[in-house]
Structures are given as structure tokens and as C-alpha cells.
């Protein structure tokens, strides 16, 4: 099976060769492209909705694999039993979204090994629970995919110190490994926020100061992240 670019990059995360659940299926693409590359046993394939959940069961079938991915239709995590998974997929979902599943799973979650997430919004936001909740962040990676850039994580049960708001915003391992994604995402939101930034300063007025100091954060932000990539290793 050939996967997207941005499911591959989600897949390639997946360390442990016991069982899987892909949490939000949709099509079954993950499970199925596991099992047939031999990176895991068998996997639990679940989501929320019946039409995904039997066009998984479609997809799995062609590919005869019936026998080692299980389906079910459950609301995040629920349907998943405590002890049953190595790893869980939650990806291509709203930030906020992939928070509450974290949040009301936590108990069967507890017993995985390893979390790969891909949150769609509100990155930052995600980093900042996992550390809260005793999650620690162990890997990162960032593709570009039809002009729009997918970050996504690789995360183990643990504490995590607290990072800066920079690598809160764009993560310490991508600029750690100055990912060349992640620099073109930062030229990307820098050109935007400049430009917006120019505008508010053409209208300039009282009702507009909060913005402006909201936009001068955030291309301060953007800036030091470039600075870390471009920064010559010693």
C-alpha cells in the first residue's frame, strides 16, 4: 500500500511491533500498511463514525487482512481495553480534540507503550498538556504535503522538563535537528505576520496596540526558531 506522505511520515514514528490502535481510521490506510511492511503483529482500528469505520473494513479486506486488524466504532479511545495496545495513533485531528481523547483515555492509555500524534491545530497547546500530564515528548517530525505542513510526535509516558515558549511553539527536537521543514514553515509565517504587521501599522490606532504587540510576539518567536537552525553547529 502506498501511503500519503504525511501517513507515511506518521507510520515511519511507530517504534513497537506488538499491537496498534488508530484511533480516527478513516480509511484503515496506517493499520493496514504496518502489517504488510511487518512493523507490527496485529492492530485495533477504530473511529467515531460508521461510514470511515466501513470503508476500513473495505480497505482491510481487499488486503485480506482481516484476521490481524480488528474494527470498532468507538468515540476516541473507548472502545480500547486497558493492556491491549503497545501503541496508539492519534492523527489528522484539531488539537483540542486530540487533548480531550488523551484526557478522557487516560486510564486505558496508561498501560501503552508509546502515543504517535499528529494534532492538525493548536500544536503548542498539545505540547504544553503532554507535559503536564507526565508525558514526554521523545521525537519529532515535520513534512510538507500539498502546501501544507504537518508536525507530529512521537510521545512515551514520563516527565518532561518544561520547554521555552519557542520550542513550545515549534518544537525542541525539529529545531534540535534544524528540520529543513520546519525553516520553510518559519519563512512561511514570517512573510504572513510582516504583513500583517504592516498593515497595523499603516492603520495605526488605540484599538489596534494589543494586535500589534501580539504580532511583534510572534514573528520574535518565528525569528529566534530561524536563529536555532540556522545557527552553526560546534
Not at 484476521?67 to 492519534?90: C, M, N, P
Not at 514526554?136 to 513534512?143: H, L, R
Not at 512515551?156 to 515549534?170: D, N, V
Amino acid at each position: 500500500m502506498q501511503l500519503s506522505k504525511r501517513l507515511s511520515a506518521v507510520a515511519s514514528m511507530v517504534k513497537e511491533k506488538g499491537c496498534l490502535a488508530d484511533v480516527g481510521t478513516d480509511h484503515g490506510y496506517i493499520p493496514i500498511f504496518l502489517i504488510e511492511q511487518g512493523k507490527i503483529d496485529h492492530a485495533v482500528a477504530m473511529d467515531i463514525n460508521a461510514g470511515p469505520l466501513e470503508r476500513a473494513k473495505a480497505h482491510i479486506a481487499e488486503h485480506m487482512l482481516e484476521e490481524k486488524i480488528e474494527t470498532r466504532l468507538s468515540d476516541g479511545a473507548a472502545q480500547l481495553k486497558e493492556g491491549e495496545a503497545d501503541s496508539v495513533v492519534i492523527a489528522g485531528m484539531g488539537g483540542l480534540l486530540t487533548i480531550e481523547i488523551l484526557k478522557r483515555g487516560a486510564d486505558v492509555l496508561k498501560g501503552v507503550k508509546e502515543l504517535i500524534l499528529q494534532p492538525q491545530s493548536e500544536i503548542a497547546l498539545v505540547r504544553r498538556f503532554l507535559q503536564k500530564q507526565e508525558y514526554q515528548i521523545t521525537d519529532e517530525n515535520m513534512v510538507e504535503e500539498d502546501g501544507k505542513y504537518y508536525p507530529m510526535m512521537r510521545v512515551t509516558h514520563g516527565q518532561m522538563e518544561p520547554w521555552t515558549e519557542t520550542e513550545y511553539l515549534y518544537g525542541k527536537y525539529l529545531l534540535q535537528k534544524k528540520e529543513p521543514c520546519l525553516f520553510s514553515f518559519l519563512e512561511r509565517e514570517e512573510k504572513i505576520y510582516e504583513s500583517v504587521q504592516k498593515k497595523l501599522e499603516e492603520n495605526e490606532n488605540p484599538n489596534t496596540q494589543k494586535r500589534r504587540e501580539e504580532i511583534t510576539e510572534k514573528l520574535n518567536h518565528i525569528r529566534e526558531a530561524k536563529g536555532i537552525l540556522t545557527a552553526e553547529r560546534f
